[in-house]
């Protein structure tokens, strides 16, 4: 089944612990992408990448890394999270002007 | 700046009737606009896609239109059901090479039985 995944779809930590947040698509898509959702704001890309070893910021970048050493992951890491960083996660591949969500990881930093 | 904006911010209506959704744009120059339906606790997913030339495209109960001149477009949900509930997210995106999508900020569908 053609999908993409995210892990962990729930995670509360505290400040400062550095957190990673795992995305896999199996759809062979070169292009993928971080957002963030949050109440009245809508979805917010965070960062997105077009091939392996390309990336670029979205519009909320700041307190966050990814990387793309594979084609199908592409992990967002928090080094020093802080609770503004409270938030639910989508990671996404595109093909042909659509994009395809994961289930979303729900992020609580106290 | 590219911005797009939706309304009604939330929407209920009851089983069976027809709604209709607004979305409006000023992103530019135009690519296309897609329409997302996100459950609670999910993902989006999206229904139809529309481009420049296109005015009127259908998904099953879902038409969305699209007025490219006023840069305006419509989600029209016929008969509703239960299922319907959610959030509908209109997306449009730009020509160009980086690939930055521009989300509005979703109208939550209540449909009551």
């Known amino acids: 089944e053609a999908q993409v995944t995210q892990n962990p779809r729930y995670l509360i930590t505290v400040t400062g612990k550095k957190l990673t947040v795992t995305c896999s698509q199996n759809m062979n898509h070169e292009y993928m992408s971080w957002y963030r959702q949050d109440p009245g704001l809508g979805l917010r890309q965070i960062y997105y990448?077009?091939?392996?070893?390309?990336?670029d910021k979205g519009d909320v970048p700041e307190g966050y890394k990814v990387s793309r050493k594979e084609k199908r992951n592409f992990p967002l890491i928090l080094e020093s999270p802080s609770p503004n960083q409270t938030s639910l996660y989508f990671c996404?591949?595109?093909?042909?002007?659509?994009?395809?969500f994961g289930p979303g990881t729900r992020l609580t930093v106290l | 700046k590219n911005q797009v904006e939706q309304s009604p911010q939330s929407l209920i209506i009851l089983e069976g009737k027809n709604c209709t959704l607004q979305c409006n744009y000023t992103v530019s120059p135009f690519s296309n606009l897609r329409w997302y339906k996100q459950d609670t606790g999910r993902g989006p997913v999206s229904l139809t896609i529309?481009?420049?030339?296109?005015n009127t495209k259908s998904n099953g109960r879902y038409t969305a239109t699209l007025d490219a001149d006023t840069k305006q477009s419509s989600l029209h949900i016929t008969a509703s059901q239960l299922s319907d509930s959610a959030s509908y997210i209109c997306v449009v995106s730009a020509k160009g090479g980086s690939y930055i999508p521009t989300f509005g900020r979703g109208t939550s569908l209540i449909v009551h039985p």
């Open positions: 990448s077009m091939n392996v070893e390309v990336t």
């Open positions: 529309m481009t420049f030339s296109e």
């Open positions: 996404a591949s595109r093909y042909d002007n659509e994009q395809f």
